[in-house]
């Protein structure tokens, strides 16, 4: 059972559930998806904007805080050596279409908080804020210092804590609020395979093909423009004419052919809860072609396959899983097609070798495909043994009653770029899905959040404390 500090400290937090909620929903309002870099804004003015609210919530708190320069900030009380830290990021994906809520209302709507960023991050971010603001007013001084961490770039490249990890240090232990109960002891390499292929030129000529927000986001629109040849035109009306995909549009313009796939968009992590609409356009192609045509939109469908055979990269470990490919972004340039590939491979894979298949996979494939770039963020595993990976599921069954089990995932969180520091939960059932439309985190979700995490901190502050 919770000792009373705990008791003390939920007691705390429910106190305050009425300003939580309120500074999550005034959070969830700046609209905080990257933008143009200005002076000491380097993600925009919206990013900006949300790290000079959390910091001056803290200032008010009675906490020590530092501006990096916009990248990312913190606020911290306590004092020793040891560093328990939490984790989160204030920047959101794009909103994308079909919202029936306004994406930066925070509209309060049946106990749920609609909103782009309410369940990744803001929520889970500024329930952990809470969580060590009520360690602050019940404990007071623990021992250790107690550091809540902001980034701005989480999403997109992870630049705010590349810039923390140059003046700052490394938790004695830390987490991450950015993933599911308990925690993920693993997570998947993240590389982003950038392929490049010659544009189709025969009887059906591919002129361009555009579609794509993110590498890490599952492609929910694409457009094409394919030029057809005289000869060929009487196959291609008639396939175009009978074609059964009702998600992909065509109209003639002349002797071009104007394309329009509607996909669904999902995290990058796992492309199979989505509909890539690029698949969808090289499928359609690929059909409607003159069988001479159809082998080069084939090999270009190949490569948008969820599990990487296409790129020869496919295969698994049994910690983790198989590999998982989302083709994020699709653009034309120079005349070429280039497909930016988010993979998610194995923990216990390396990155290089990666490399080596695609590259010798494209090689053999003799089509003039190449592998123009290549970034790797190496996985992340820690033993289920491990003191923090114990820690964090003994007070979840405290918390819950259940004794869940570490997992791994594909997903990437701040745990993989700051050492000692593991993912941990945000929300439950019912809550909605990162990346998805109409975003959503229920009230009682969010106040439960910030019970367990208070809960979390405490014990790993004592846990610090025992190590000095």
């Keep these: 059972m919770p000792d009373a500090t705990v008791a003390s400290l939920q007691e705390w937090l429910r106190a305050h559930e009425a300003e939580l909620l309120s500074d999550y929903r005034t959070l969830l309002r ?5 933008a143009d870099p200005l002076p000491n804004a380097p993600f925009g003015q919206a990013n900006r904007d949300a790290l000079d609210f959390v910091l001056q919530l803290g200032q008010g708190w009675g906490m020590a805080t530092k501006d990096l320069e916009g990248y990312a900030g913190y606020a911290e009380f306590g004092s020793g050596t ?19 809520h306004e994406p930066f209302g925070a509209e309060l ?12 991050d803001k929520g889970p971010t500024i329930a952990s804020f809470y969580a ?9 001084d623990p021992g ?3 550091r809540a961490v902001f980034g701005c770039n989480e999403e997109s490249g992870f630049r705010c804590v590349e810039r923390y990890n140059q003046t700052e240090e490394a938790p004695t232990f830390g987490v991450a609020p950015d993933s599911g109960w308990p925690l993920y002891h693993g997570e998947k390499g993240i590389a982003n395979l950038f392929v490049e292929s010659p544009l ?11 579609g794509g927000q993110r590498g890490n986001i599952v492609i929910d629109s694409c457009r094409a423009l394919a030029r057809v040849t005289p000869a060929a035109r009487p196959h291609v009306e008639a396939k175009v004419a009978g074609h059964w995909d009702r998600n992909v549009r065509a109209r003639w313009d002349a002797d071009t052919l104007h394309i329009e796939a509607t996909g669904k968009a999902a995290h990058g992590s796992m492309p199979h809860l989505g509909d890539n609409a690029a698949a969808r356009v090289f499928r359609f192609l690929r059909e409607v072609a003159p069988a001479n045509d159809q082998a080069a939109f084939e090999r270009l469908l190949s490569f948008t396959h969820i599990g990487g055979e296409g790129l ?16 994020g972004v699709v653009a034309t340039t120079e005349g070429r097609v280039r497909m930016q590939c988010n993979v998610r491979y194995p923990v216990t894979w390396a990155g290089e070798g990666l490399r080596a298949r695609c590259e010798a996979h494209l090689d053999d494939l003799g089509e003039g495909d190449r592998l123009a770039r290549f970034d790797d963020s190496p996985p992340l595993y820690f033993p289920i043994d491990h003191p923090l990976v114990a820690t964090v599921c003994d007070v979840y069954e405290e918390e819950t009653g259940e004794r869940g089990k570490p997992r791994t995932m594909g997903g990437g969180t701040y745990a993989r770029a700051v050492a000692n520091t593991v993912s941990i939960g945000t929300g439950w059932a019912g809550d909605g899905d990162a990346h998805e439309t109409d975003e959503r985190c229920a009230v009682e979700s969010l ?22």
């Design 82 to 100: 040891p560093l328990v830290m939490t984790l989160g990021h204030l920047d959101v994906v794009p909103v994308g279409p079909g919202w029936s």
């Design 132 to 140: 060590c603001r009520a360690l602050q007013a019940v404990v007071g």
């Design 200 to 210: 189709p030129a025969g009887e059906v000529e591919l002129l361009s093909v555009e």
């Design 312 to 327: 020869g990269i496919a295969g698994s470990d049994p910690e983790s899983g198989p590999l998982t490919n989302n083709v």
């Design 109 to 120: 709507v049946d106990g749920y908080v609609y909103a782009r960023g309410a369940v990744d």
């Design 30 to 34: 700046f609209p905080s998806i990257e």
């Design 144 to 146: 250790v210092r107690v």
């Design 447 to 468: 106040f439960k959040m910030s019970r367990i995490y208070a809960h979390i901190l405490y014990r790993l502050a004592q846990l610090a404390a025992e190590r000095t």
